[in-house]
């Protein structure tokens, strides 16, 4: 087949956009990217690009179209709303230059925003290929959670936008079940919904590593606990450090951040007001192919979403990544990435927004054997290759888009 995957993020940015796309390409599809210029999470562009810039790397196997857009920065909701708008709107304009060939499908990734629906549907309108949408983040329900927008007005507006973008596809995905009842609201007929969770790319597997390797030298020693992904307003960052100052007497708990995002200047200053950098570690972001490395050397991995009804909703995608590298997870969490921890039985899992709860669940964890922690890891993994699987997840769209492009759009 020949697939156009829009999405406003891919490489050398880290998202599961970047595993499907090398997947579908290695079973023979001819793949092209449509999407924008790197900027994520640093809200920099990296390297070598710039706003009409684009440097020659790329990969291999992958026609990649790039647009110009406003980086992210991190001056607050305006950057946003113009690194958004800005996708949308070039990507519209440019779209049908940029991508003028035949496409048998058309797929969009959607972590947020779902504006990156709107160059979708003016490409599926002008080359008459069929739309399937997956779903990360629901809108407006997400914007309101983050406190992104907290006029009904604007919210209401982006409801209707949300409505034209769902019923202009031919097939929506979703990453989590929750998900379902908030799409079908909008009139979307339940067999036009389906469940398709996030997996993990290959290199998220169980390693062994020694304290002589590179990633090692980074690290605290003693009791480690790691937090990877983006440091956004999400992630609850107030309840763990909160948590961290309740467990300060133990000197051997380091908690070590691996990331970047528009949190990260306020963490780094709320760290050293509350004078716990001996424990509380932000090492910055590193490669997506060295974080097996660094979950080896860690006792424990912790997720963390604040307390709100949409975010119970989602599995954060940090969650199977977790879980394929075997490692044991302290979990603040609710809702559905709260049940996929305690069914696979890979963790320790306490209420989101509760410094209380998070310290003592970090407690339990730190006075668990070494083989009662191994245990738990080998229980997320087994979990993992069950309902995530990399090579089941990409056979299953894989066929949804085979039918979808032969015209079979209600038995997918």
Not at 100 to 123: K, W
């Amino acid at each position: 087949m020949r697939i156009l995957i829009i999405s406003q993020y891919f490489w050398p940015e880290n998202f599961p956009i970047n595993d499907l796309a090398t997947g579908l390409r290695d079973r023979g599809h001819s793949v092209t990217v449509f999407t924008g210029k790197p900027n994520y999470p640093s809200g920099r562009f990296y390297q070598g690009y710039g706003f009409l810039k684009t440097n020659g790397e790329g990969l291999p196997g992958i026609k990649i179209r790039r647009v110009p857009l406003m980086p992210r920065g991190r001056g607050g909701n305006i950057r946003l709303v113009l690194n958004y708008a800005s996708f949308a709107f070039f990507a519209s304009i440019l779209g049908p230059i940029l991508c003028n060939d035949y496409y048998d499908i058309i797929f969009v990734y959607e972590p947020s925003p779902v504006t990156v629906g709107l160059p979708a549907l003016v490409i599926k309108w002008l080359r008459k290929s069929p739309v399937m949408f997956w779903v990360q983040d629901l809108w407006p329900e997400t914007l309101a959670a983050t406190s992104a927008v907290h006029s009904k007005r604007i919210l209401d507006l982006v409801d209707r936008l949300v409505e034209y973008i769902y019923k202009g596809c031919d097939l929506i995905l979703v990453q989590s079940r929750s998900f379902a009842a908030s799409i079908g609201r909008f009139g979307i007929p339940e067999l036009r919904i389906k469940y398709f969770p996030n997996s993990a790319a290959e290199i998220y597997r169980p390693v062994s590593v020694t304290e002589s390797c590179q990633e090692a030298t980074l690290m605290p020693s003693g009791f480690r606990i790691i937090f990877a992904g983006s440091l956004g307003e999400a992630q609850d960052f107030p309840t763990m450090l909160a948590a961290a100052e309740k467990l300060r007497i133990y000197e051997d708990i380091h908690l070590v951040i691996l990331g970047d995002g528009r949190m990260a200047d306020w963490l780094r200053n709320e760290v050293e007001r509350r004078q716990l950098g001996g424990t509380f570690h932000i090492l910055g972001r590193y490669p997506a192919d060295t974080m097996p490395r660094f979950f080896a050397l860690a006792d424990a991995l912790l997720v963390t979403l604040k307390q709100n009804p949409i975010f119970s909703m989602t599995i954060p995608a940090k969650v199977q990544s977790y879980l394929a590298c075997a490692r044991p997870i302290i979990a603040g969490l609710e809702g559905e990435g709260a049940s996929v921890i305690e069914e696979s039985g890979a963790g320790i899992v306490c209420h989101s927004e509760d410094p209380d709860a998070l310290s003592k669940a970090i407690l339990r964890m730190y006075h668990l054997s070494q083989e009662e922690r191994r245990i738990m890891g080998q229980r997320g993994n087994e979990y993992y290759m069950k309902h995530f699987n990399r090579t089941l997840l990409l056979s299953q769209v894989e066929g949804w888009m085979n039918n979808l492009s032969r015209g079979k759009k209600c038995e997918c």
